[in-house]
């Protein structure tokens, strides 16, 4: 596609209940970004890929959290055994590793995630 | 990524020049300086970027400091629609391992009162 595409759109769980969400990148963008957003809150960094490598995992909130990347396109974030706090928006965000125009960045439209 | 200082928020007329200012007086020679906005409900989009040079596109102008420490956004007429978050943030194209990990900082909230 055009652009970056997340899926689902929305999502509505039950706390407890595991959920994955899905990140299609803009193709042949080597580089892929995971973020969170809480109502009303900033920008909070999850998790990057270089390729399928996740060089800096640091930024997952907790071990519920996974994330991997496969044949260096799609990703997929899991959240296991959700809790309310993680009611959020999952960003998703794609780049080309290297260029001369210093890499801008392009997002998709988020997953919202409620946790009930 | 090398830090950057934004006021939390500024205010402008409908149909005003606004100047959205920020600081990096860390910033590297490689570094170039992005400008994103994030529209309520959505996610953030690309504004406009440079290096060393200012630079003018359909959106916004960049006006980078000679000594690059500092820039500053300008929205020649801002529009009700231009009411969003605007992040400074400075990215080397030329990365890998833990310079990938790219980190917004809170953003300048633009207001536009009609």
């Known amino acids: 596609g055009a652009g970056v595409s997340q899926s689902p759109s929305n999502k509505v769980t039950e706390k407890g209940k595991d959920v994955e969400l899905r990140c299609d990148p803009i193709s042949g963008h080597t580089a892929l970004y995971w973020y969170r957003q809480s109502l009303g809150q900033g920008l909070e960094f999850l998790i990057y890929f270089q390729g399928n490598s996740a060089p800096d995992k640091s930024g997952l909130p907790s071990d519920r959290f996974s994330a991997e990347r496969t044949g260096g396109s799609v990703s997929t974030l899991t959240i296991q055994r959700t809790q309310q706090e993680d009611s959020a928006v999952y960003l998703c965000?794609?780049?080309?590793?290297?260029?001369?125009?210093?890499?801008?960045?392009?997002f998709g439209e988020g997953s919202w995630l409620t946790v009930v | 990524d090398a830090k950057t200082t934004q006021p939390n928020s500024m205010e402008s007329n409908e149909e005003e020049p606004v100047h959205l200012p920020c600081n990096h007086s860390?910033?590297?020679?490689?570094?170039?300086i992005h400008w994103y906005r994030q529209l309520p409900s959505q996610g953030p989009e690309y504004v406009i970027h440079g290096l060393t040079s200012n630079v003018n596109n359909r959106m916004a102008s960049l006006a980078i400091a000679e000594d690059r420490k500092s820039s500053t956004l300008i929205l020649h007429r801002a529009t009700l629609r231009d009411a969003a978050v605007y992040y400074c943030?400075?990215?080397?194209?030329?990365?890998?391992?833990?310079?990938?990990?790219?980190?917004f900082g809170k953003g300048t909230k633009l207001s536009v009162k009609p």
């Open positions: 943030i400075l990215r080397d194209p030329d990365y890998g391992g833990s310079q990938g990990n790219l980190i």
């Open positions: 860390t910033i590297s020679g490689t570094d170039y």
């Open positions: 965000a794609s780049s080309e590793l290297w260029s001369r125009s210093g890499n801008t960045i392009y």
